[in-house]
């Protein structure tokens, strides 16, 4: 079974470029999540979808940070303009509503970002 | 608000010795306890999870009991292996199918590395 597929896995890019990460969620889940990982502030929940709508993006760093989830096999990230700061790898996870409810969450491999 | 707090890495320990991560809680009222593992190169997967008080999940060797009096959620396993290196995430959710309760909580994490 395809877990959740995240791209690309490795990302260098220079400030001021803009960043698409990409994620398909496991087919059939109706929750999706994007989390942050960085040394200084741990794992960061940024936004999560519940059948495609954004029912939360109180963890969206600010407005250069934009997500979307067109449907239910495919979100988007979108850093425009990128920063060093935003250096970090960042996750997509999926769930069902039952399963998130219970705290069960199915993580991709993630995407490193490195901007210069 | 809310919090996990995890002790620091790294833990480096030798095969087959004991192994004790501390984790504690702030939050009101009573959450669901986790831990996630993330190996080398993947995403965090569930390792167990624990929902009241005096629960205990269990998986893999591993077990952690939720302690309402001390708010702590400790993992222990007894005979560690080389193949348990990995970091290791205390995790908090509120129960309940509310959507905006969907969320996880996470420790900063604590990469544990055993040696042969």
């Known amino acids: 079974d395809a877990g959740v597929i995240q791209s690309p896995r490795h990302e260098v890019t220079e400030m001021g470029q803009e960043v698409t990460l990409r994620c398909k969620p496991i087919?059939?889940?109706?929750?999706l999540f994007w989390y942050r990982q960085t040394m200084m502030r741990g794992l960061e929940l940024l936004i999560y979808?519940?059948?495609?709508?954004?029912?939360?993006d109180s963890g969206m760093p600010e407005d250069r940070f934009s997500a979307k989830m067109p449907n239910a096999s495919f979100s988007t990230l979108k850093i425009q303009p990128s920063e060093p700061r935003d250096s970090a790898v960042y996750f997509c996870?999926?769930?069902?509503?039952?399963?998130?409810?219970?705290?069960?969450?199915?993580f991709g491999e993630g995407s490193r970002l490195t901007v210069l | 608000g809310n919090s996990v707090t995890q002790m620091e890495g790294p833990v480096t320990l030798s095969e087959e010795a004991f192994l004790t991560i501390n984790c504690t809680y702030t939050?009101?009222?009573?959450?669901?306890l986790f831990w996630y593992v993330q190996y080398p190169g993947e995403g965090l997967q569930l390792l167990l999870k624990?929902?009241?008080?005096?629960d205990k999940g269990s998986n893999k060797g591993f077990e952690a009991t939720y302690r309402k009096e001390t708010t702590s959620f400790h993992l222990e396993k007894g005979s560690v292996q080389v193949s348990d290196s990995a970091v290791y995430f205390c995790?908090?959710?509120?129960?309940?199918?509310?959507?905006?309760?969907?969320?996880?909580?996470f420790g900063g994490g604590t990469r544990v590395l055993v040696k042969p």
């Open positions: 996870a999926s769930s069902l509503v039952r399963l998130a409810n219970t705290g069960e969450l199915f």
């Open positions: 087919s059939g889940h109706d929750y």
């Open positions: 979808f519940n059948n495609n709508v954004p029912i939360d």
């Open positions: 939050a009101t009222g009573y959450p669901s």
């Open positions: 624990a929902t009241k008080a005096d």
């Open positions: 995790a908090l959710k509120y129960r309940g199918i509310k959507a905006a309760g969907n969320k996880l909580t």
